[in-house]
Nanobody, 126 residues
Framework: QVQLVESGGGLVQAGGSLRLSCADSGRTFSGYAMGWFRQAPGKEREFVAAISWIGYSTYYADSVKGRFTISRDNANAKNTLYLQMNSLKAEDTAVYYC?????????????????WGQGTQVTVSS
């Protein structure tokens, strides 16, 4: 059973930092790309960042480049995805979703991902 579980969301002041985690409990996505998307109230889900399996190449939305860092840890029989978010802005407020890719390369489109976590709320106060 595919299960992606996010954690680490919360309330933070503008300029602060948060670190999101996504546990792939069954190591389903070892060998596949993974990513983060977000959805703000009244808006469509948008791409945030992704990381491939081949070479751990990373991709970022322009709006978060230089502030967010995606990484993954496949050691110790676990596959965990992270999103380090620094210099947070009010416009970063959204529900953040972890996504499992359909191949090892990934991309910036939601069509490249086939499995989703339940989401974790990030609220940035200005």
């Amino acid at each position: 059973q595919v299960q992606l579980v996010e954690s680490g969301g919360g309330l933070v002041q503008a300029g602060g930092s948060l670190r999101l985690s996504c546990a792939d409990s069954g190591r389903t996505f070892s060998g596949y790309a993974m990513g983060w998307f977000r959805q703000a109230p009244g808006k469509e889900r948008e791409f945030v960042a992704a990381i491939s399996w081949i070479g751990y190449s990373t991709y970022y939305a322009d709006s978060v480049k230089g502030r967010f860092t995606i990484s993954r840890d496949n050691a110790n029989a676990k596959n965990t995805l992270y999103l380090q978010m620094n210099s947070l802005k009010a416009e970063d407020t959204a529900v953040y979703y972890c996504a499992g890719g359909l191949d090892s390369y990934g991309g910036t489109s939601a069509r490249a991902f086939g499995s989703w976590g339940q989401g974790t709320q990030v609220t940035v106060s200005s």
